[in-house]
């Protein structure tokens, strides 16, 4: 079986960057390779694009704004984790497609100054379809084909439950009891987002896969990132067009 340590320890350029688009997407999407990696010889950086302020609040009674609880959130996460080079940019939630070219200048610049050569980011369809993440993919997938950056789509690893085949250029981090349980925890911190709850409805389906997925993806090809209607609780995404697909 294809697993992702093995790839990992061939890679030479041990600086690993984590792209995402809301705080919270990185444990979720990532949780168990975030820790791989910064409990061995990586350095990790991990780059928020939005401070999620059009996501949900399950605080009751607050006045701080949900940037700043968000933010707040984010920085506990990261001193948990023990990563240093964490930064939440605050582009707009929700609406990261207005910002591409702002947001791909400022993760080249990232890149270039911190000499990153692996990505981890969203997959090309966001995982759950969310508009931003698809956005987030398509500049990381610009970015590591200009630049030569080994690229990781994180696949939902529902997707797999079934099946456990591992199509071309896919990998498995396998994880054990302990390091889901520190995941759930890690999750759990986003206490703005994470009741018992939304835990049970939404989470611990995928938070339960005993393994996350990740595709290793060719940079050269032509990839086709979909935008399609988007509803969560506080917005609704409504695609110009079908089908975007970025040009040569
Ligand atoms: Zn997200």
Redesign the pocket.
């Known amino acids: 079986m294809p697993l992702l340590s093995h790839w990992l320890q061939q890679q030479r350029n041990k600086n690993i960057l984590f792209i ?3 705080p ?2 990185e444990i ?2 990532s949780g168990a390779l975030l820790y791989w990696c910064s409990s061995h010889t990586y350095n990790v950086h991990v780059l928020i694009l939005t401070q ?1 302020e059009k ?1 949900i609040n399950l605080i009751p009674k607050t006045t701080d704004s949900l940037a700043k609880i968000r933010r707040k959130e984010f920085e506990m996460v990261m001193n948990t984790l023990r990563i240093k080079n964490a930064t939440l940019l605050p582009f707009p939630d929700g609406n990261l497609i207005s910002q591409v070219k702002q947001t791909t200048s400022k993760i080249k610049s990232y890149i270039i100054k911190n000499n990153i050569g692996i990505i981890a980011t ?1 997959n090309q369809d ?3 379809g ?1 508009p ?2 698809i956005t987030v993919s398509r500049v990381c997938k610009e970015l590591a084909s200009i630049h030569k950056i080994a690229l990781l789509f994180s696949i939902n690893p529902l997707t797999y439950k079934k099946n456990s085949r591992l199509g071309k250029n896919q990998f498995q981090l396998l994880l054990s009891k302990i390091s889901k349980k520190r995941q759930i925890s890690l999750l759990r911190l986003y206490r703005s987002q994470i009741s018992n709850h939304t835990l049970t409805m939404v989470m611990v389906k995928q938070l339960f896969v005993p393994f996350e997925v990740y595709q290793l993806v060719d940079v050269k090809k032509k990839l086709t990132f979909e935008y399609k209607e988007f509803q969560c609780k506080t917005y609704t995404f409504s695609p110009k067009k079908e089908t975007e697909i970025l040009p040569k």
């Open positions: 995402f688009a809301h919270d997407d979720l999407s999620g996501g969203h966001g995982g759950d969310h931003d993440h």
